[in-house]
């Protein structure tokens, strides 16, 4: 066999027994019936899982299905609509909780796996490469998702849930999103900001942030403009749009520019930025730096609560 099909068979051997069918059941004329599938992945060795929250919103029983046929009920602890992520728990034993990566230090062009349900058809798998880091994308809520993670390993709807997976076999992605009508544009929430969001999730049952309102791009800094500025940055956020009446646009903050560091901290990716804009910095004055063509500015920026 060659060396290609086993990478990806030996990756996907360390997060089968993680992998699981999610059936949403809702009422209709008092009855339950069931109202879609989606995908998921179990993170811990005692039941709890990351779904998205778009499989699971107005449920109002849901079933998670393992490979070998093993079902249970799940709780729902908490979603965030916001990065479309959800957070299960079962009482399940008798698998092995998937390990998770640090999508931090994915680099474009390199391998990933998705596994799920696509259609009604369990534990289906595809494989792709890391098209692009650090995409802004509009979610089900209606709110930009920052930090995605844009990919060509073929998704379906049923895959939304379920994990991507380096050829480590480590989670770097919770699969979420296509494009309609577009072949080979498929997104994945980064399990950085996964882990962030369910540390929340777990905790609170919700997910209180800061925002400032800018969709970004994680960009490779070219060596000349490293050199120009004096960066130590090997990356940074390329600002393609600014929200009307944001913290950016009151910062003065403009599309085409390049955040490098928040705080005197660098910024290399979203997932760093998220981090940053905890529950503490909402309200608060902030300082960010930014290359604006041959200019090296710091912004005053105050975060702003983003809800629901």
Known sequence: MDSYSETIIQAIEKVSSAVVKIEKYIYNRDKLVPSGTGSGFLFS??????TNSHVITKARQLKVIFEDGRSFLAELVGEDPLTDLAI?????????????????????????????????????????VVSALGRSLQGVSGATMDGMIQTDAALNPGNSGGPLVNSDGEIIGVNTAIINGAQGLCFAISINTAKSVANQLIRFGKVKRAYIGASLQQIELVPKLRSFH??????????????????AMKAGLLSGDIIYAFNDRLTETSDQLF????????GQFQYMNII????????????MERGD
Request: aromatic share 8%; hydrophobic share 35%; glycine share 10%.
């Open 275 to 282: 981090k940053v804009l905890s529950e503490d910095k909402i």
């Open 45 to 50: 060795s005692d039941g709890y899982l990351f």
């Open 292 to 303: 604006r063509g041959s200019q090296n500015l710091e912004l005053r920026i105050t975060p």
């Open 88 to 128: 299960l728990k079962i009482d399940a034993d008798d698998y092995t909780p998937a390990k998770l990566g640090d999508s931090d230090m994915l680099r474009v062009g390199q391998m990933v796996i998705a596994i799920g349900n696509p259609l009604g058809f369990q534990y289906t798998v595809t494989a792709g």
């Open 230 to 247: 004096g960066l130590k940055n090997k990356q940074a956020l390329f600002v393609t749009q600014v929200e009307r009446n944001s913290p």
